[in-house]
């Protein structure tokens, strides 16, 4: 496993942090532990200030990305959820 956050592994660790509603960088950082999710994004550990760092170096063509991402999740969610369907989980 590589020690270096790329930006894929920082995308699905954000992604991952947002499903989860973590608020702080230091839950994101200790929830790399768990085996399963070390295993998905290819990172054995990683810190809350390593984390912080790559925040801060993320172009920002990634990070409106996935908050359009996000944003198009969401409303595909409402519009369900007005239909009367409940959200696959």
Not at 63 to 81: V, Y
């Amino acid at each position: 496993m590589s020690s270096e956050l790329k930006t894929n592994q920082l995308t699905l660790l954000i992604s991952h942090a947002q499903l989860q509603e973590f608020k702080a960088l230091r839950k994101i950082s200790s929830s790399v532990q768990s085996d399963q999710l070390s295993q998905a994004i290819d990172l054995e550990s990683i810190s809350h200030s390593q984390i912080s760092r790559r925040l801060r170096a993320l172009p920002i063509k990634v990070s409106e990305m996935l908050i359009q991402k996000r944003f198009a999740c969401l409303n595909k969610d409402e519009i369900l959820a007005n239909k009367g369907f409940e959200k696959d989980l």
